[in-house]
């Protein structure tokens, strides 16, 4: 099992450009997330899919989409990218009380 | 809201203990313990449902008292390996998919030196 992935690892971009993050999972688990990960911030949720077919706003959705394209796939995007999404981020998934966490994807925008 | 961890960072020697604290201004549900090392991606340790349990693993355990709306995390005889950061949750859980929404602290950074 290869639990969670996310593609690409790294990405640079400039100011304005638009990009997607994808996001697997192979553990047939119904709820994805995706966070950011910002210095001395913690985690933030950006936004969540509860199960296949819906999705809902987390704490800091602004600038952000998602598409739960099936249960195994949750991709994040960014359609005009600003210097303020400079950060890591993180997928999730889970169906009880853990959370299987990526690798991460670092994203760098200037 | 994010719960407030304290301390925000602790050095330690291995051997030692140390106590890392979460604290809520709202009613809380359950709480959630993950570790993450530099580079990392976050792991899951425990949970805690509201009830006032105490969970343990080997060395690390936890405890959740909900009145207070305050959780802590107990590691003794600490290792090298407890090094990184310690992030508590605050989960709420989904109705019929059986996951929470969890909201993170901002961590706490344990050191622990030879």
């Known amino acids: 099992n290869a639990g969670v992935t996310q593609t690409p690892k790294f990405q ?5 450009q638009s990009m997607t993050l994808q996001c ?5 688990h119904n ?3 995706w966070y950011r990960q910002d210095p001395g911030m913690g985690l933030r949720l950006i936004y969540y899919s509860a199960s296949e077919g819906t999705t809902d706003k987390g704490e800091v959705p602004n600038g952000y989409n998602v598409s739960r394209l099936n249960k195994r796939e949750f991709s994040l995007r ?3 990218a600003a210097p303020s999404q400079t ?7 889970s169906t009880g009380g853990e959370q299987f966490f990526g690798p991460g994807t670092r994203l760098t925008v200037l | ?13 291995e051997g030692e203990d140390a106590v890392i604290n979460c604290s809520s201004s709202k009613a809380l549900y359950s709480v959630h313990w993950y570790r993450q090392k530099h580079g990392e991606a976050p792991v899951f340790l425990m949970i805690l449902l509201k009830g006032g349990e105490q969970k343990g693993h080997e060395k690390i355990s936890a405890s959740f008292n909900e009145k207070k709306q305050q959780s802590s995390l107990y590691l003794t005889a600490s290792q090298l390996s407890y090094s990184g950061t310690y992030f508590c949750g605050t989960g709420h859980l989904y109705s019929g998919a059986g996951s929470y929404q969890l909201t993170f602290g901002k961590g706490t950074k344990l050191s622990v030196i030879p």
């Open chain 2, 1 to 13: 809201q994010q719960p407030v961890q304290s301390p925000q960072a602790v050095i330690l020697r």
């Open chain 1, 87 to 93: 950060s890591v981020y993180f997928c999730a998934s």
């Open chain 1, 31 to 33: 709820s994805m997330y």
């Open chain 1, 12 to 16: 640079v971009l400039k100011t304005g």
């Open chain 1, 78 to 80: 960014l359609e005009s």
């Open chain 1, 24 to 28: 697997a999972q192979d553990m047939n």
